[in-house]
């Protein structure tokens, strides 16, 4: 049958070809400089450039795009470009704070400062462990101390000889009783005979006859009032001991305190800051406050005793004065740049650890602070997944706040669970935060989240393609180059280089267009190095990259294959000859991942009087998307722009894909739809060695689709399958006949007139091609011509209002 109206495609317009003649080298892709740079990208480029060199609030970026578009590449590419620059980094450590041990103190320094000051605590503090014992063991030290021990001593005698003074008139004296273990205590002694004697001793002396029990009881009395004398004379002693050991100390603190104020001084002057004034006097305040606990336990250790006790309390002496440096600058002379691939609570914001006590219970102090990666980028740059953030609502929350004020709080996730709970400083923190993300994602938190725009203010879009020109072919084959270079593959031919162009334009599903997902292109040349390998070649040509392709498409094909085989067994009923009424042959795209594929599929309508409209069956049993759902809703306004203008419309129809049995999407079947209740209608039957595929809309415009490349291929391979007629064809919106990039297969049939492919653009068009029948331009009456399918249509909703106006 002969189709004036349209006419089908040539060979020529089925497939770009890359001229072999437009590559810049010869004869292999080794010729040429490797790609080191971006390319295709430059829209991204510039906000992320504008986004790094702005350190102002809220210019963090959203860098958006699919996968394979070389963000991860662009961004380190551009970061790297900014590491000459000088950048204001820091240190940070914290350390005790004495007064409130909960509560750490934050030191902050320049860049490398934090280790010279750490190494000058360490230094400074081995000094006073040693210096102090020492200091004890000076001759004039010591001859200060003793001073001060015999000053107390002579007065303490002074008082004892005044009070033995007083009593010896009333037949008492003063002495020292020993105890029993060993131990002797100041005592009032009677004197009998000349002799001291114990009170305790009175009982016998009387039972011997010595004294008289009056002369004991005398003697008892005046005891016990020289006995309250001399508790009262210990007492005093007691305040006066007190004082001594005061003074003492003093004297031990003033001479350890000119020894820390010599050692620290160096410390005050490389560092006079406020922060670290205070933090000294407060190592000072505690050395001096546990100076006992410092002469005895290094005094233990010089003398090379080993004693756990001492060896722990040492420890513990030490830990307390130490410095927790959680972020060393001192080598780092750029921004830093940090990509977490794996981020934790833990490992973003840092942690506080626990350690076990004797006790058995987990206690933190500021020894056991730790830094994140979002501390040890400041001044920097981090690189993030989006969703590896947002499926965390903890670290999505704790993100936020860092952006919305720089402020960084350590603590641990459990925190809250903890009984002594660390508080540290907070950090003003200078990061830009880079997230990898999905376009429809940023949208959707722009909308909904308040805070979202001012956190962050650029967005990168990188382009997953981009126009296919000259001088982006020449780069494709500088990448190639680098590839192969880089990863010791083997280089490509002319013919090798122009597949894998062709594949990077056919990716795109336009001719006009060529693909900017590098990584994609990447995995193609090292498979196709592997089969030349495999072959022993010394360079990957097109018959390579071609067998790559196919071994692609053989590791995702199973359920290609699954379908293919059920249609050819008639288990999916297919038809691709003759003509039938209400049925036809409708094109489906499957994806298994980088590879798709497309088969047909049976759509039939029926229709009968009633009042019901269309129903779509998909939709009734919710299979249908709402892009479908739209599409068949649509064929009713379609119907009655053509139609209801000169008569009423009453009829119920049902369109379905049959044999389907999953969720169908999308419109690209609307016009085999409405084409098929048009057939349905008019009682005109359909071809059945044609496939249709395309959107339609209201006023029987007939729109582009995606996938079409494989929507002809699966409809090519069931009619090969079937038997090659010469009458068999696919009919396609003409907007889509720049995206062709069909298989040397597919174009020989055609050359050979085996197969046709027909571009449509008018909804008469695809139902004179479909139907064999004119379709018909209505007349000023209103009335279609007779012999066309509209007119058919015309009379037969005529009878099926009046049908189902009688129901």
């Known amino acids: 049958m002969k189709h004036d109206i349209v006419k089908p495609l040539l060979p020529s317009e089925l497939r770009w070809k890359c001229a072999l003649t437009s590559l810049p080298f010869k004869s292999s892709t080794k010729e040429l400089k490797p790609l080191h740079r971006i390319v295709g990208q430059e829209r991204a480029v510039e906000a992320l450039e504008l986004g790094a060199r702005i350190r102002s609030q809220g210019y963090n970026v959203w860098a958006s795009g699919v996968v394979g578009t070389g963000r991860m590449t662009t961004i380190r590419q551009i970061l790297d470009s900014l590491q000459g620059e000088k950048a204001a980094l820091s240190d940070f450590a914290y350390v005790n704070n004495f007064r409130q041990p909960e509560s750490p103190v934050l030191l902050r320094f320049s860049a490398g400062e934090g280790r010279v000051f750490t190494r000058m605590m360490d230094d400074v503090l081995t000094v006073v462990r040693r210096r102090i014992p020492q200091l004890f063991e000076e001759v004039q030290f010591q001859a200060e101390r003793k001073e001060i021990i015999q000053r107390y001593q002579l007065r303490e005698k002074k008082v004892l000889e005044e009070f033995d003074v007083k009593i010896r008139p009333s037949g008492f004296v003063v002495g020292q009783l020993q105890e029993e273990d060993g131990t002797s205590r100041t005592e009032v002694f009677a004197v009998i005979d000349g002799k001291p004697v114990s009170i305790d001793e009175l009982d016998a002396l009387v039972q ?3 004294m008289t029990m009056d002369q004991a009881k005398a003697l008892g009395d005046a005891y016990s009032t020289h006995r309250d004398e001399l ?35 160096d410390i005050r002057t490389s560092f006079p800051r406020d922060r670290v004034t205070e933090y000294l006097n407060g190592v000072t305040k505690h050395i001096l406050e546990r100076l006992d606990e410092y002469v005895r336990v290094y005094q233990t250790k010089q003398s090379g005793v080993v004693d756990e006790n001492v060896d722990e309390m040492a420890r513990t002496l030490e830990r307390l004065t130490s410095v927790n440096l959680i972020v060393d600058n001192y080598d780092v002379k750029a921004a830093p740049v940090i990509v977490e691939t794996v981020p934790t ?6 942690t506080i650890e626990r350690r076990v006590d004797a006790r058995g219970f987990a206690v933190s102090d500021f020894t056991h602070i730790r830094a ?17 953030i947002l499926v965390d609502v903890n670290i999505w929350t704790s993100l936020k706040k860092v952006m919305l004020y720089g402020r960084l709080d350590i603590q641990a996730l459990d925190s809250q669970f903890q009984l002594n709970n660390l508080k540290p400083d907070f950090i003003n923190v200078d990061v830009k935060i880079i997230l990898l993300g999905d376009p429809s994602v940023y949208l959707a938190l722009w909308a909904a989240d308040e805070d979202f725009h001012k956190m962050f203010k650029v967005h990168a879009e990188f382009d997953s393609e981009t126009k296919r020109s000259a001088e982006m072919i020449r780069h494709y084959c500088a990448f190639i180059c680098q590839i192969s270079t ?14 894998i162009v062709e594949w990077a334009v056919a990716f795109t599903e336009s001719k006009e267009k060529i693909s900017l997902q590098f990584s994609y292109a990447a995995d193609l040349l090292r498979e196709a190095s592997h089969f030349a390998r495999q072959s022993r070649a010394r360079i990957i040509r097109a018959e390579h990259v071609r067998h790559a392709l196919e071994m692609r498409h053989r590791r995702s094909s199973r359920a290609d294959e699954e379908i293919r085989k059920s249609i050819a067994k008639g288990i999916l009923l297919i038809d691709v000859k003759g003509e039938r009424v209400g049925q036809i042959n409708g094109l489906t795209v499957y994806s298994s991942g980088i590879v798709s594929f497309g088969k047909p599929a049976r759509i039939t309508t029926t229709v009968s009087a009633g009042n019901a409209g269309i129903i779509n069956i998909e939709r009734e049993v919710e299979m249908s998307g709402p892009i479908h759902s739209k599409g068949v809703l649509i064929l009713s306004g379609l119907l009655r722009a053509l139609f209801s203008r000169a008569q009423s419309i009453s009829f119920s129809a049902s ?7 999953g969720g169908i999407d999308g419109d690209s079947a609307s016009t085999a739809e409405i084409i098929a209740l048009l057939s349905a209608i008019s009682n005109v039957p359909i071809r059945q060695d044609y496939a249709m595929t395309g959107s339609i809309n209201q006023k029987g415009d007939i729109q582009p689709v995606g996938g079409l490349n494989e929507k002809i291929t699966g409809f090519y391979e069931v009619c090969k399958d079937r038997g090659l007629t010469g009458t068999q064809g696919v009919v396609m919106p003409t907007q889509n006949v720049g995206d062709l990039m069909l298989s040397d297969e597919i174009i020989d049939a055609v050359k050979k007139g085996k197969f046709r492919i027909y571009p449509v653009s008018r909804l008469e068009e695809a139902v ?20 066309t399918v509209f007119a058919k249509v015309q009379a037969n909703l005529d009878v099926l209002h009046e049908a189902s106006r009688t129901r």
């Open 768 to 787: 004179e091609l479909m139907m064999g029948m004119p379709a018909g331009k209505i007349a000023k009456n209103g009335k279609f011509p007779p012999d």
């Open 655 to 661: 369109i379905a894909f049959e044999q389907s049995y």
């Open 372 to 388: 994140g990666a979002l501390l040890r980028a400041d001044g920097g740059y981090i690189v993030l997944n989006a969703m590896d």
């Open 208 to 210: 011997e006859g010595k």
């Open 345 to 350: 609570y833990s490992t973003l914001f840092g």
């Open 231 to 265: 508790a009262d004379i210990s007492r005093r002693s007691m305040r006066v001991m007190v004082d001594f050991r005061k003074e003492l100390k003093k004297h031990d603190q003033a001479a350890v305190g000119v020894l820390l104020k010599s050692i620290f001084d």
């Open 486 to 499: 880089q990863e010791n593959l083997l280089h490509c031919d002319r013919g090798a280089a122009a597949a």
